[in-house]
């Protein structure tokens, strides 16, 4: 039987993960969060790590408030750096395998087509460089890791996108929303899947891999989908990002080619609008 450690397992991709997990009796899974297993604690974590001796470690857990990431550079460098130098180097000592998960924010978005795994990192912010950071360190601990970048995550759990648009649905009459800023909405329950599926595959191929979902849209596009698809008759404005601006500079351009992960994995993934509907039939 594996044995599985996810981390961060309140967050949205470990809400989503556990839901997965839960249908799979034939694996063990551990399941950890601040609360529990602080990775930040190289200590905790290697003495987590011993004592249970896993077979497959799963990083969720992160510093994802971009924004407040611009001020806060030494927590979030913590958890998204150093710690995740922890999960690796204790991974290693105990022999277990490592997927981490990354974003789409070690890129500039300043791209013209979508963005294959080796093309040149060029984080904008403070999030963005502590988890590309976080992906080096990994790697120089572990080579056996697979990295996922992913972008855009939404999901019945947690703060996300959708369910912002949905509670602005109910008190604003109308909603102005970013719409020169392009990527892939990602439904997270698709990616615990992909992740699911990679650790029942019979082969495992360390590296860095892309996934979020088929197709691309602007935020706009975004929010219009959530109120067509929800049946909330609320009137949405495009507006450029420089009508509003944020702390953290926000990738123009987020697309992320697929292929890598599609061809090694034989991975299927499906159109952002459809992940979409499913999200919202099980939210509204
Ligand atoms: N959300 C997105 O749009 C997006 C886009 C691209 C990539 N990603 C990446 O996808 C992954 C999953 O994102 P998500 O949206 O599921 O994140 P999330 O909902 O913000 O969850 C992150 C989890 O990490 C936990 N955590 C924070 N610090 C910790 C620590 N020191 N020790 C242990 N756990 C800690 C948090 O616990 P507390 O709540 O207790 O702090 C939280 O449960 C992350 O690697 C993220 O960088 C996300």
Redo the contacts with the bound molecule.
């Keep these: 039987m594996k044995k599985i450690l996810v981390?961060?397992?309140?967050?949205?991709?470990?809400s989503c993960l556990r839901r997965e997990f839960d249908r799979e009796p034939q694996l063990e899974v551990v399941y950890?969060?601040?609360?529990t297993?602080?990775?930040?604690d190289r200590e905790a974590v290697e003495r987590f790590l011993g004592d249970h001796r896993f077979d497959i470690v799963i990083?969720?857990?992160?510093?994802?408030a971009v924004d407040k990431a611009e001020t806060d550079e030494i927590l979030c460098s913590?958890?998204?750096t150093v710690?995740v130098g922890n999960l690796g180097e204790a991974a290693v000592r105990t022999g277990a395998k490592v997927i981490?998960?990354?974003?789409?924010?070690v890129f500039s978005g300043q791209g013209f087509r979508p963005y294959e795994e080796n093309d040149e990192p060029y984080p904008q912010g403070i999030y963005g460089r502590t988890?590309l950071e976080g992906e080096g360190l990994l790697t120089s601990f572990c080579q056996n890791a697979v990295i996922i970048?992913?972008?855009?995550?939404?999901s019945e759990?947690?703060?996300?996108f959708v369910k912002t648009m949905l509670a602005l649905a109910e008190t604003k009459p109308e909603i102005s929303v970013v719409a020169d800023q392009i990527g892939s909405p990602t439904y997270?329950g698709d990616l615990a899947k992909a992740i699911m599926h990679i650790i029942k595959g019979k082969e495992w191929h360390p590296g860095i891999y892309h996934y979020t979902n088929e197709g691309v849209a602007s935020w706009y596009d975004f929010a219009k989908a959530i109120f067509e698809i929800s049946g909330r008759n609320v009137p949405v404005n495009p507006i450029p990002t420089s009508v509003y601006p944020t702390p953290a500079t926000r990738p123009l351009y987020s697309v992320l080619s697929k292929a890598k992960i599609k061809k090694t994995f034989d991975v299927e993934i499906p159109y952002w609008r459809d992940s979409l509907r499913k999200c919202l039939s099980a939210l509204v």
């Design positions: 981390t961060g397992a309140h967050g949205q991709l470990g950890t969060d601040s609360d297993l602080d990775i930040t990083n969720c857990a992160a510093y994802t913590a958890i998204n710690a981490h998960i990354s974003t789409d924010y988890k970048r992913t972008a855009w995550l939404y759990f947690g703060k996300n997270a």
